[in-house]
């Protein structure tokens, strides 16, 4: 089999949902937000990356998340956003939003997936957990929607597309699972 470190970090990289209280340093989250603008795009570039890193900020977003978790008709989503214990970001100290531009020519959805993808490798191959996460994006069908939008300093015309949180890893990282087989069909 091939590899190189490019593909051991594919393979190491897991969803960490248990972080230190740490901060990450602006050196990591500089290199993980340049990796992310260096994601494949069709050519415009149409998406904005939104760092969090306010504790007050990062709960209230929790919270709004919940709220919009109960308006749901996903009884599983519903369970979450009242127990009282669930926190949607892990407590992780960074989280990124990845929001792109409504009005790009093109499907946005895959480019800015692409750059949330970029994010989460690159902050594996620096020892920096992450975890995509979509939960924290129903703080935005909530009440304080409108309001986050704007103290999140979100551009105009710009959707919440893609979340990640980011930080120091707190638990001992297991074994990927197996992948499932008869994923591939080749066809030569």
Known sequence: MITNETLKVIRQRRSIRSFKEEQIKDEE??????????APNAGNQAWHFTVIQNK?????????????????????LRALSNDKEFNCLYHAPTLIIVSGDEK????????CAAA????????????????????????????????LRNE????????????????????IVGDVQDRKP???TYIR
């Not at 790009?104 to 480019?111: G, I, N, Q, R």
């Open 29 to 38: 989250i500089q290199a993980i937000l340049e990796a992310g603008m260096y």
């Open 56 to 76: 007050k900020l990062l709960e209230k977003l929790n919270l709004a998340a919940k709220q919009g978790a109960q308006q749901m008709d996903i009884e599983h």
């Open 104 to 111: 790009a020519f093109v499907p946005l959805e895959a480019d």
């Open 116 to 147: 949330t993808q970029n994010l989460l490798l690159a902050a594996e191959s620096i020892g920096v957990g992450a975890c995509w996460i979509f939960f924290v994006l129903l703080a935005f069908n909530s009440p304080l929607g409108t309001e």
């Open 152 to 171: 999140l300093k979100l551009p105009e015309g710009y959707k919440p597309y893609y979340t990640a949180v980011f930080g120091y890893k707190d638990d």
């Open 182 to 184: 008869n994923l591939i």
